[in-house]
């Protein structure tokens, strides 16, 4: 659909669809290595951004993680605050040229997180199912006495008509 055609619907015929909620003891999903990776570049990023002059090793121009002042002017945002998408389009700049061995470092932060995951999904799939079997257990068992009731709730059309 074109944008033209998406101006043309009105909003009130733009339904927003309900989202399923997730249950507060579910466990977490796992990350990603990027999404480790995302994280510590992240964190470097604000720390340059925001002028920290306690680590005088943050921004060296011969590191790999250098910002020359345009990509700080481009991250900079009014208020002090950090372009996301600036910061996301760095970040992911910098993980297609990671090095091998800071991927792995990753891809094993992200393989130990998967298995967090797994346990912790282990034990919450038991608990839901003994909270099943005790609410089964505890639930009256189903009426036996007359015949299975129609669509409607009522007796099956034709059948007290014998």
Do not use: C, H
């Amino acid at each position: 659909m074109s944008t033209k055609a998406k101006a043309k619907i009105p909003a009130s015929s733009m339904v927003k669809r309900p989202t399923k909620k997730k249950p507060k003891d579910k466990p977490k999903r796992p990350l990603s290595a990027y999404n480790f990776f995302f994280k510590e570049e992240r964190e470097k990023i604000l720390k340059v951004v925001a002028g920290d002059e306690n680590d005088e090793n943050l921004n060296k121009p011969d590191g790999v993680d250098y910002i020359d002042e345009v990509q700080l002017g481009k991250l900079k945002k009014d208020g002090g605050k950090v372009s996301f998408e600036e910061m996301g389009k760095l970040i992911g700049m910098r993980w297609k040229s990671i090095q091998p061995d800071r991927l792995k470092r990753y891809a094993e932060s992200a393989a130990e997180d998967t298995e967090r995951y797994k346990k912790e999904m282990a034990a919450y799939n038991s608990r839901q199912e003994a909270k099943m079997r005790t609410e089964a257990m505890n639930k009256p068992p189903p009426s036996l006495g007359g015949p299975p009731p129609g669509p409607w709730g009522g007796p099956m059309p034709g059948r007290d008509m014998m």
